[in-house]
């Protein structure tokens, strides 16, 4: 079993539409969750950090992490066409704080 | 100059050249990385210097040699490369504490797109 499953998608939705993207993974010891956002012939950037279980809002997103199902989410709502771009989970814990990334989903919002 | 700069942003090269990627950041961090990024794989880490000393090596085969100078610049060093070493190469910067921890957050680099032939 991969440490990190994510679905790479692609996924298209309309402008204004909730979208839902997620992840999973079988290692109990993380602890750190993030989401990164990754616009084509960029590098990847921060969009979201979570520690533990929980959820954690920063205006159109929402990262939940379910500790105990070993699921992460982010959602976006009222999405706009510069939502567009590849999101990117990685989560990291134990002493050496290394991040694993999911593959990334290719998320499209068509205006 | 803001972030972390790599160049160059596009090289293409031969099984048989040597050509190096250069990677700089301007944020005062005190760890660099490099990833290697492929169509539909995870990001893989290949290395990781903390205050100038690689703590890391993720089985990456010789033919890569990272160099680090000093806590802000950054390069890798190519020779005799394969096809399939073709991807997108990313340098990022973190700072971490004096037990080499760090928060998680990666500042990346835009990447150098590399076409082996």
């Known amino acids: 079993q991969k440490e990190v499953e994510q679905d790479p998608g692609p996924l298209s939705v309309p402008e204004g539409a909730i979208v839902s993207l997620n992840c999973t993974y079988s290692?109990?010891?993380?602890?750190?969750f993030m989401w990164y956002r990754q616009y084509s012939r960029k590098g990847p950037e921060l969009l979201m950090y979570t520690y533990s279980s929980g959820n954690k809002e920063d205006g159109r997103f929402t990262a939940q992490v379910d500790k105990s199902s070993k699921y992460i989410s982010l959602f976006i709502r009222d999405s706009q066409p510069s939502d567009s771009a590849t999101y990117l989970c990685?989560?990291?814990?134990?002493?050496?704080?290394?991040?694993?990334f999911g593959k990334g989903t290719l998320l499209t919002v068509n205006p | 100059e803001t972030g972390v700069t790599q160049t160059p942003r596009h090289l293409v090269m031969g099984m048989t050249n040597k050509k190096s990627l250069k990677c700089e950041q301007h944020l005062g961090h005190n760890a660099m990385y490099w990833y290697k990024q492929s169509a539909k794989k995870p990001l893989e880490l290949m290395f990781v210097?903390?205050?100038?000393?690689?703590?890391e090596n993720n089985s990456v085969p010789s033919r890569f040699s990272p160099e680090c100078p000093n806590s802000s610049h950054l390069f890798l060093h190519l020779h005799t490369l394969q096809p399939e070493d073709s991807a997108l190469y990313l340098c990022?910067?973190?700072?971490?504490?004096?037990?080499?921890?760090?928060?998680?957050?990666?500042?990346f680099g835009e990447g150098s797109r590399l076409t082996v032939l």
């Open positions: 290692n109990s010891a993380f602890q750190y």
């Open positions: 990022a910067s973190s700072q971490r504490d004096l037990r080499g921890a760090h928060t998680g957050e990666l500042f």
């Open positions: 990685a989560m990291s814990g134990g002493s050496n704080y290394k991040l694993t």
């Open positions: 210097y903390n205050f100038k000393e690689q703590t």
